[in-house]
């Protein structure tokens, strides 16, 4: 059974930066791609980046390109979120998914999911 765990949210000034930590345990690491996503009170869960597994492929929706960074590292066994710039309208709950495939931005494709960490941006 795969676990996943986020963590690294909170609260920040616009500005700001946040790294996020995605830690999978259960399975070898280097088998799964991981994806983020987010997800505000009554709207959809939507893709922000994903790193696929193998060649660490990267991808990212448009609207998140440039200052969303997404690494992993299969020694540690985690994949990561970095957030520059952080603005309120990034506020939300932040998800990772991790997938025994090649990254994608379906978030049907994902097979397992932490429980979120939330990001509060202050202006």
């Known amino acids: 059974q795969v676990q996943v765990v986020e963590s690294g949210g909170g609260l920040v000034q616009a500005g700001g930066s946040l790294r996020l930590s995605c830690a999978v345990s259960g399975r070898t690491f280097s088998d799964y791609s991981v994806g983020w996503f987010r997800q505000t009170p009554g709207k959809e869960r939507e893709f922000v980046a994903a790193?696929?597994?193998?060649?660490?492929?990267?991808y990212y929706a448009d609207s998140m390109k440039g200052r969303f960074t997404i690494s992993r590292d299969n020694v540690q066994n985690t994949a990561y979120l970095q957030i520059n710039s952080l603005k309120p309208g990034d506020t939300a709950v932040y998800y990772c998914?991790?997938?025994?495939?090649?990254?994608?931005?379906?978030?049907?494709?994902?097979?397992?999911w932490g429980q979120g960490t939330q990001v509060t941006v202050s202006s």
């Open positions: 790193v696929s597994r193998y060649d660490d492929s990267t």
């Open positions: 998914g991790a997938r025994f495939g090649i990254a994608t931005m379906s978030i049907t494709s994902y097979d397992y």
